[in-house]
């Protein structure tokens, strides 16, 4: 599934190329997670503003300075999707799994979902609905400077769920998906079991710093390409050759010596080194 990293990544990669284009057409394919909400002729016209990221979703703004018309589509990747920006005239034609192409006088902005799980809808604004009900429940930006150890520890008082899934929670901090959670919390040496309520604020303190620095490791890296991520002009991501647990299950802790373990918490995968990570 894209994470933080690799939708940041992919809105990098045709954010500037596509701000301020002209909206020549819209494409619609198989229905996604909700519909559209909106007629696509309506959209004509319009004009890009700057691609903004919240979380996992993508804003693209749309307005029409004649009319004063306002707007945007709000985007998910699910977890199989992939945004390509294609200036070639003209674009290839369009695949089985490409369900939602935005046609500008600069190119093709394409999504492509083998699974349907993402989603474009439109909404009048990021503080109206439905993009702010979407929104409504996320926690602040891992970059944000008012997320650091004391608003983690308070996020987390009180609740007994391990901490891996608190982190996984996204109401706290967002970004924390599960191969970054699973690497911040090595780098900080606290054990996924932990139940998250018992973490200390000396702990959060590590574990945010270690939040921060793992997805800026990863938005170095261009993302992490597991098996098809690709940004908008087709790069991979390489934050996966980095990897200090995750997915090296039986394999030598570079830190100690020891061996990684994996464990299932809450349907997902966990790495992480037993003689590393405390409690």
């Known amino acids: ?6 939708v940041e990544v992919t809105r990098r990669s045709f954010a500037a190329a596509i701000e301020g284009a002209r909206v020549t057409g819209l494409r619609l394919g198989k229905p996604l997670r909700w519909p559209l909400a909106i007629e696509p002729e309506t959209l004509l016209d319009r004009r890009v503003g700057a691609v903004q990221r919240r979380g996992k979703y993508l804003w693209l703004p749309l307005s029409d300075g004649e009319t004063s018309r ?16 294609l200036d070639a005239a003209p674009p290839p034609a369009p695949g089985p799994h490409d369900h939602f192409d935005l046609h500008t006088d600069r190119g093709l902005l394409r999504l492509t979902d083998p699974r349907r799980f993402g989603a474009v809808v439109w909404s009048p604004s990021l503080a109206a609905d439905p993009a702010a009900k979407l929104l409504a429940g996320l926690g602040l930006e891992p970059f944000d400077a ?17 901490i891996k899934q608190a982190l996984l929670a996204g109401d706290i901090v967002v970004g924390a998906g599960n191969i970054y959670a699973c690497e911040a919390l090595f780098l900080a040496g606290i054990d ?9 604020r000396p702990r959060a303190e590590r574990l945010a710093a270690a939040v921060r620095g793992v997805l800026a490791q990863a938005l170095e890296a261009g993302g992490t390409t597991l ?3 690709r940004d908008a002009h087709g790069v991979a991501g390489s934050f996966q050759m980095q990897a200090q647990v995750y997915g090296r299950e039986g394999e030598t802790c570079h830190r100690c010596g020891g061996t990684i ?3 299932v918490q809450g349907q997902r995968s966990t790495f992480f080194c037993p ?5």
């Open 1 to 6: 599934m894209p994470e933080l990293p690799e």
């Open 70 to 85: 306002e707007g945007g589509l709000l985007m998910h990747l699910g977890m199989s999707g992939s945004l390509a920006f």
């Open 146 to 162: 008012r997320f650091d150890g004391a608003h983690l520890h308070a996020g987390l008082s009180g609740r007994r769920v391990p």
């Open 192 to 200: 996924p079991r932990l139940p998250a309520g018992k973490l200390s």
């Open 227 to 229: 098996r098809d991520f």
């Open 261 to 263: 373990k994996r464990i």
């Open 275 to 279: 003689s590393c990570q405390k409690r």
